[in-house]
C-alpha cells in the first residue's frame, strides 16, 4: 500500500479468538490500546469518512470514529458478517454487503449489496502471452492449485504425494504460500523426468504474475477465501474449492456455496475428501472440455461488475 501512495498507522489490536488460549487474556487490554490510539489518529487526521471491511484491527478505529462523531461505512466481503463488522453496523450511516444472502446481520439494519471490488490489472493479461511468459503450452490443460496468502497444505501435500499422476495428464502452477510445502514440492521435482518437470511451475506467492496465472488457468482449485472467490467469479474462472474447515463461521464454505450456486464452482469438503479422491476429481475435470466450459458460462451471465465504482461514489456522498 505505501507503494501506491497509501499512508498505513500501526495500532495496537485485540483479536476476540472463538477458541481457548492464554492470548485472550490480553485481547481486552490490546483493544483498549488501539481505541486510544485510533482517537488520537482520527482526532488529528480529521477524516470525513471512516471505511471499515472488518477484522479485528477495524474494532478500534470504528469505536473511536463514533465517540468523534466521524461518518461510518462499513463493507462485508464475505458471506457471514464477521464481529468487528457487526458491532460497526449499528453505529454505521451505511452497510454494504457483497452477498446478498449475507449472515449475521444486526437486526433492523438496512443494508445495499454492490459485490466486491477486483483489481483491474487481473483482467489485463493475454491467455496466449500468460502461457508463454509462465512457459507453459495450449497442449494440456492448466490447473492452478493455490491456498491464500498463507498456503493451504492439504492442497500442497496431496500435489506433492500425486505429482507425476497430475503432471502426465496436465500442466500445473501451484502456489503454495510462504512455508516448509514449497521446499517439499521443490525436493519432489527432483525425481521427475525432464518432460514432466517442465509442466509444473512452482512459486511460493505470486505478485505481478497474478494476472497471467489466472489468464493461462483453465481450472483454479483454490480455498474460497472472499478475495479469491471474487476473483474466480469476475474473471470467469472454473474452479474446484476445498474450503478451510476452521474459517471464522465457517465463512469460506459460505463463500464457496455461493460461487457453486451460480454454477461457477464445485465445492469440497477436505473432512470428507481423501487426498486421492480430490486428484481424482482434479483430473476428471481438468479434461472436461464441455463441463468447464458450462462452469464458465454460468458465471459470465453473472450481472456486477462496478463494485469499486459504487463504493467510492457512498464514500464521497456520506457525511
Known amino acids: 500500500m505505501p507503494a501506491a501512495g497509501v499512508k498505513l498507522i500501526p495500532i495496537a ?3 476476540l479468538r472463538r477458541y481457548f488460549s492464554w492470548r485472550n ?17 482520527l482526532r488529528r487526521v480529521r477524516p470525513q469518512v471512516v471505511f471499515s471491511t472488518g477484522g479485528y484491527v477495524a474494532l478500534p478505529v470504528v469505536a473511536a470514529a463514533a465517540f468523534l462523531r466521524i461518518p461510518i461505512v462499513v463493507h462485508e466481503q464475505t458471506a457471514v458478517m464477521g464481529l468487528a463488522n457487526r458491532f460497526a453496523a449499528r453505529l454505521a450511516r451505511r452497510v454494504l ?3 446478498p444472502e449475507t449472515e449475521g446481520i444486526p437486526d433492523r439494519i438496512e443494508t445495499e449489496v454492490v459485490g466486491n471490488p477486483v483489481r483491474p490489472s487481473l483482467f489485463a493479461a493475454d491467455r496466449t502471452k500468460a502461457l ?15 491456498g491464500g496468502a ?12 500425486h505429482l507425476p499422476d497430475l503432471l502426465s495428464q496436465l500442466q500445473l502452477i501451484v502456489i503454495t504460500g510462504p512455508n516448509a510445502d514449497y521446499e517439499a514440492l521443490q525436493a519432489a521435482t527432483t525425481t521427475l523426468a525432464p518432460e514432466l518437470g517442465h509442466r509444473l511451475k512452482l512459486y511460493p506467492l505470486v505478485k505481478t504474475l497474478l494476472s497471467a496465472v489466472y489468464a493461462a488457468s483453465d481450472l483454479v482449485v483454490s480455498r474460497a477465501g ?25 465463512e469460506q464454505t459460505r463463500n464457496a456455496q455461493y460461487l457453486a450456486r451460480m454454477g461457477g464452482a464445485i465445492v469440497l469438503s477436505q473432512a470428507g475428501t481423501p487426498m486421492v479422491e480430490l486428484v481424482s476429481r482434479i483430473l476428471n475435470l481438468a479434461r472436461d472440455r464441455v ?14 461488475g462496478n463494485a469499486a465504482e459504487r463504493i467510492l461514489e457512498i464514500l464521497a ?3
Open 132 to 146: 508463454g511468459d509462465l512457459g507453459l503450452t495450449d497442449s494440456l490443460p492448466v490447473v492452478c492449485v493455490m
Open 291 to 304: 463441463r468447464l466450459t458450462a462452469l464458465r458460462q454460468a458465471l459470465a451471465e453473472q450481472p456486477g
Open 150 to 161: 498463507q498456503g493451504a497444505h492439504y492442497l500442497n501435500e496431496a500435489v506433492r504425494l
Open 25 to 41: 487474556v490480553l485481547s481486552p487490554f490490546q483493544i483498549v490500546l488501539g481505541f486510544g490510539q485510533a482517537f488520537l489518529h
Open 97 to 99: 454487503l457483497t452477498y
Open 317 to 319: 456522498t456520506t457525511h
Open 13 to 15: 489490536g485485540g483479536k
Open 226 to 250: 472472499a478475495g479469491t472467490v471474487n476473483e474466480l467469479r469476475a474473471l470467469h474462472k472454473p474452479a474446484l474449492l476445498v474450503p478451510l474447515p476452521a474459517s471464522a463461521g465457517g
